[in-house]
């Protein structure tokens, strides 16, 4: 067969920075004229991101909704599943997002051209002891021979995976997440039509972006905004995406506590965050830990600078074009600022109390610089062809398929 037949593989259908990829690949396979399905292991009716009739799926029930027993049959079917839908099909290719998509693509010993993708550091998600975190670790040493390409989306989380987790195949490859920037622009320039949004981005605007758990710790940003409104009182804070319940709630009760309800505004999920994105002052992230976040590519694209904790080396790759050490102050490059590491070696839990720490100070103190003055953001128009060429979305999706 020498039309290329593609198969996405994802876990869920969420607004998250993997969905996001993984739909750009798709409308870009299927623009080109391949033939591309998506393969979600949990499709739920509150889904964003959707493929229409090319989108298949394993189960309507979360992994919430299973019993321990139908949980573990699920991991034990999954790969036999991915076998028949590929042979099916009649797949020639297949890309799996994250590790359980490439666990069970892996497992699944079908003959297409398999490529799997990691997103994060693999070392230190694993400080997080669980049942699905072993058995990945496992496959780092077995299955995942079985990958024709393994993707590492930047040069310190394929070091991090050969250093710290005892990858031993050769089939890994350095790729960076691809993006579609003419269409990110499109998207920005649909209209906010609700009134109350219209009047939270008449003011300035700090945004998060992204899904809300541990990882991405986004009760620090809200205890940076609390110290940014003693000198921005007007200023607002968005965030929008949804995810662990438990931390939303912390969330709001944090917001309760530090009587800054007026000033921060919880969205939800949204179709299209591109226009909020480009509206925003500055985007924000305070995680412990990252791959090479989406959401600061799609910033830069859209002319708004950032303020990131040092969640990664990765961070360094997208947001600057020189080299600089991980340091216990503030960094100024060509994309914004970022502040020191806030993950101190262990996953932490939400947290037990709201004592102010000294990098949520730092966190402050480059977004309170960020209001003050345009200059981060002309410097990042200055910078933004250099910057974002890297992610070429028409080199870099063929490059993922390229034997």
């Known amino acids: 067969?020498?039309?290329?037949?593609?198969?996405?593989?994802?876990?869920?259908?969420?607004?998250?920075?993997?969905e996001r990829l993984a739909l750009g690949f798709y409308n870009y396979y299927k623009k080109v004229g391949y033939d591309v399905k998506a393969l979600k292991f949990i499709k739920l009716d509150n889904d964003i991101i959707k493929f229409g009739e090319d989108e298949l799926f394993l189960s309507d029930y979360d992994f919430y909704q299973m019993s321990k027993i139908q949980r573990l049959l699920f991991y034990v079917k999954?790969?036999?599943?991915?076998?028949?839908?590929?042979?099916?099909?009649?797949?020639?290719?297949?890309?799996?997002?994250g590790d359980m998509a490439n666990l069970f693509s892996s497992l699944s010993f079908s003959k297409e051209f398999k490529i799997g993708s990691i997103h994060a550091l693999k070392s230190t998600e694993f400080k997080n002891k669980t049942i699905f975190n072993t058995i990945s670790k496992l496959g780092y040493k077995?299955?995942?021979?079985?990958?024709?390409?393994?993707?590492?989306?930047?040069?310190?989380?394929?070091?991090?995976?050969?250093?710290?987790?005892?990858?031993?195949?050769?089939?890994i490859e350095i790729i960076y997440n691809p993006h579609d920037l003419i269409d990110i622009i499109r998207l920005s320039k649909e209209a906010i039509i609700e009134d109350d949004e219209k009047e939270i981005f008449?003011?300035?605007?700090?945004?998060?972006?992204?899904?809300?758990?541990?990882?991405?710790?986004?009760?620090h940003l809200i205890k940076s905004f609390k110290l940014?409104?003693?000198?921005?009182?007007?200023?607002?804070?968005v965030i929008i995406g949804d995810g662990d319940s438990n931390v939303t709630q912390h969330l709001q009760n944090l917001i309760e506590e530090l009587n800054i309800k007026k000033s921060v505004h919880l969205l939800g999920r949204r179709n299209n965050p591109y226009k909020y994105l480009v509206k925003s002052n500055v985007l924000a992230l305070s995680s412990y830990y990252?791959?090479?976040?989406?959401?600061?590519?799609?910033?830069?694209?859209?002319?708004t600078p950032i303020v990131s904790t040092y969640c990664t080396k990765g961070i360094i790759e997208l947001m600057s074009l020189?080299?600089?050490?991980?340091?216990?102050?503030?960094?100024?490059?060509?994309?914004?600022?970022?502040?020191?590491?806030?993950?101190?070696g262990k996953l932490l839990q939400i947290p037990n109390d709201n004592k102010l720490i000294k990098e949520e100070i730092l966190f402050a103190d480059a977004l309170k610089k960020m209001l003050e003055t345009n200059n981060y953001k002309k410097q990042l128009q200055e910078h933004k062809i250099k910057l974002l060429g890297k992610f070429d979305i028409n080199k870099i999706t063929m490059q993922y398929i390229k034997k």
Request: charged share 20%; aromatic share 10%; net charge positive.
């Open 1 to 18: 067969m020498n039309k290329k037949s593609i198969l996405l593989i994802m876990p869920y259908g969420s607004v998250g920075g993997m």
């Open 78 to 97: 999954a790969p036999y599943l991915i076998n028949r839908i590929i042979k099916n099909h009649k797949f020639t290719h297949s890309i799996a997002f």
């Open 142 to 171: 077995t299955s995942y021979k079985f990958l024709d390409k393994l993707v590492c989306i930047s040069i310190a989380i394929k070091e991090d995976l050969i250093k710290n987790c005892s990858y031993k195949f050769d089939n």
């Open 202 to 219: 008449s003011k300035q605007t700090i945004l998060f972006l992204g899904r809300l758990s541990i990882q991405k710790a986004p009760w």
């Open 228 to 237: 940014v409104l003693n000198q921005f009182p007007d200023t607002n804070l």
């Open 290 to 303: 990252e791959g090479t976040p989406n959401v600061i590519v799609e910033a830069m694209c859209l002319e």
């Open 322 to 344: 020189k080299n600089h050490s991980e340091t216990n102050i503030n960094i100024e490059v060509e994309a914004g600022i970022i502040t020191p590491n806030i993950f101190k």
